[in-house]
């Protein structure tokens, strides 16, 4: 799996969907009333609320050194990309598969045995 930075805003707006969503089930079960007309305000707070969350996690991303590059990533690598491909990638795409003796290019390579 691809590792990616901490965006506190997603969590903050899942959160928020979370708790909208919890106290309709619960006002579904008969625990509790919800007025219809608060799930407005109360979405377009958290909203708000996150928007802002992500200005700010990106100014303070923005004014870290290396332009908020992650730790370890090569100097111009994509700031989300892996630095580099982990052990259970293949670059040469065949996956381990015998490749017939063909080299990447097309040129033929040595077997055993000097033929």
Not at 93 to 100: I, P
């Given at each position: 799996m691809r590792r990616h930075e901490f965006e506190p805003a997603r969590l903050l707006a899942g959160l928020a969907?979370?708790?909208i969503a919890s106290a309709f089930a619960v006002d579904a079960a008969g625990g509790w009333d919800v007025p219809g007309w608060l799930?407005?305000?109360v979405l377009a707070?958290?909203?708000g609320l996150a928007g802002l969350v992500s200005a700010v996690t990106r100014a303070v991303r923005?004014?870290?050194?290396?332009?908020?590059r992650r730790?370890?990533?090569p100097v111009g690598a994509d700031p989300g990309s892996d630095p580099?491909?982990?052990?259970?990638s293949d670059p040469g795409?065949?996956?381990?598969?015998?490749?017939?003796g063909v080299r990447a290019g097309g040129e033929?390579?040595?077997r055993a045995g000097g033929r």
């Open positions: 969907f979370a708790g799930v407005v305000p707070a958290a909203l923005a004014r870290r050194p290396g332009g908020g730790e370890g990533a580099e491909p982990g052990p259970g795409g065949d996956s381990g598969a015998d490749s017939g033929e390579a040595p």
